[in-house]
């Protein structure tokens, strides 16, 4: 058969080829080491030296010819394959691809940015505070002296033998360092974590998440408290909720009270309130005059407020969660849920 005949006919055979693996085959037969084409150069070397080349050269025209034939047609068959599958009944183009896991935001740090932006939007500056604290600042400037019974309820870690360094137990001692640093008026928040030495449970861990807020200026008085925290409710819960104090004791407030708001979830009673309608939101109270002094600020010419929010309280509240120990868990299963 001539190189022309075995091109016509492969063509032919190729049209007529419809399945991958049937090309394949013919392929093969065509132009593997067994092929029409090998024989034909295997051919070659028994000719008379003067007709090599132009047998060669057809031999290689050949099999170029018949490669193009076959990667055409095998495109070809790709495509159609693939709008068979397109157009089969279970194949649904709507279906979301396989999701990406991606990282988010945890909802403590969700929380806290909303309430830095609420604030920072009423004018209060937002600050840092070391985490290992001098008991100076965590408790002797707060007015809790050595020996005062309110270090029993906030017990901590020691970092030194002197006792000198603590693990702060509150945001509360940057209070007292934004006075040293600043002239009344101003208006400061402090979000941050802080630690207790303390058994865990459901409702308590060694470490957690506050946000102090103080306010320091001439004529601060309880009403501007009671103002601040119903703006802060309303950015919370996006609606106006009645408030009420209770006295609290706090060594660095006087007077100092429990802020209580009206339960956000239900009118009549639930789990979240206990069935009383009210949820503890936070304690605060006036800057105890010593307090003021020890910041460097006159008590007899300023006075201010201060808050203490507990920001992990906060969260377990708003996305119903029952247990804190979740929240610095680090567990995958809690967190991709936020
Ligand atoms: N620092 C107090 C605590 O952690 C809370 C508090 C802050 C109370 C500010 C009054 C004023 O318990």
New binding site residues.
């Given amino acids: 058969m001539t190189a022309e005949d075995t091109l016509q006919q492969a063509r032919e055979r190729i049209g007529a080829c419809a399945d991958p693996g049937a090309l394949k085959e013919l392929e093969r037969e065509y132009l593997g080491k067994k092929g029409a084409v090998a024989a034909m150069l295997a051919e070659i070397p028994k000719l008379a030296p003067q007709a090599r080349k132009a047998d060669g050269q057809r031999a290689n025209d050949l099999k170029q010819a018949l490669q193009a034939l076959f990667d055409e047609r095998g495109a070809a068959l790709a495509t159609t394959k693939l709008d068979a599958l397109l157009r089969a009944d279970d194949f649904d183009p709507t279906l979301p691809p396989p999701r990406a896991l991606r990282g988010g935001l945890h909802p403590i740090t969700q929380v806290t940015r909303e309430l830095e932006d609420l604030f920072t939007s009423m004018g209060y500056e937002v600050l840092d505070g070391p985490e290992v604290e001098l008991d100076h600042y965590n408790f002797e400037a ?1 007015n809790i002296s050595k020996d005062h019974p309110a270090r029993d ?2 017990d901590t870690f020691y970092c030194d033998d002197a006792g000198r360094l603590v693990l702060r ?4 001692p940057v ?1 007292v360092r934004a006075m040293e640093k600043r002239k009344p008026p101003f208006r400061v928040i402090a979000p941050g974590r ?1 630690f207790r030495q303390e058994t865990t449970d459901a409702s308590h861990d060694h470490t957690f998440y ?1 946000m ?2 103080l306010v320091v200026g001439k004529d601060i008085s309880v009403a501007h408290l009671i103002g601040a925290m119903k703006t802060l409710l309303r950015g919370m819960f996006g609606r106006d909720l009645e408030v009420r104090l209770r006295p ?1 004791h ?1 060594p ?2 006087e007077p ?1 009270f429990e802020l209580d708001a009206r339960c956000p979830f239900c009118e009549a009673g639930c789990s979240v309130c206990k069935r009383t309608t009210w949820i503890e939101l ?4 006036l800057v105890h005059p010593n307090v003021l002094r020890a910041g460097g600020i006159d008590p007899e010419v300023f006075s201010g407020f ?3 929010l ?1 920001l992990s309280r906060l969260v377990m509240l708003r996305h119903g969660i029952d247990d804190v120990r979740h929240l610095l868990s680090g567990d995958l299963r809690f967190l991709e849920q936020f």
């Fill in positions: 707060l309820s906030q137990t509150h945001t509360s209070q802080v506050q102090e807020g609290g706090f660095f407030v100092g936070l304690p605060c109270g201060a808050f203490g507990g």
